[in-house]
């Protein structure tokens, strides 16, 4: 129904930045909240950041101050900002989407490695 896209992963050294996109088609709906997680080989799935309704922003401890989570609606696109990378940010990144009256939607994944 649903269709989410993430995009803009790549390898990045130590310090530097990536802009990801998550894209979100298929139809006209309206979006609840747009969310992004992350998963580094052999650990859990663990939250990044939300933004809700009313544009609502939470981040992990782990990066808070680093990324920055917005969200285009006439696009229906959102993005995660990240900036200072560090090596332990490596890992694929998913966004949820959450769609009003319906269901949320997983994104394959983006690799994002940072090395030098």
């Known amino acids: 129904q649903v269709h989410v896209v993430e995009s803009g992963g790549g390898l990045v050294p130590p310090g530097g930045s990536l802009r990801l996109s998550c894209a979100a088609s298929?139809?006209?709906?309206?979006?609840?909240?747009m969310l992004w997680y992350r998963q580094a080989p052999g650990k859990q799935r663990d939250w990044v950041a939300t933004?809700?309704?009313?544009?609502?922003?939470t981040y992990a401890d782990t990066v808070k101050g680093r990324f920055t989570i917005s969200r285009d609606g006439a696009k229906n696109t959102g993005y995660l900002q990240m900036n200072s990378l560090k090596p332990e940010d490596t890992a694929v990144y998913y966004c949820?989407?959450?769609?009003?009256?319906?269901?949320?939607?997983w994104g394959q994944g983006t690799q994002v490695t940072v090395s030098s």
């Open positions: 949820n989407v959450w769609v009003l009256n319906d269901a949320a939607y």
């Open positions: 298929g139809g006209i709906f309206s979006i609840n909240a």
């Open positions: 933004i809700a309704q009313g544009g609502v922003t």
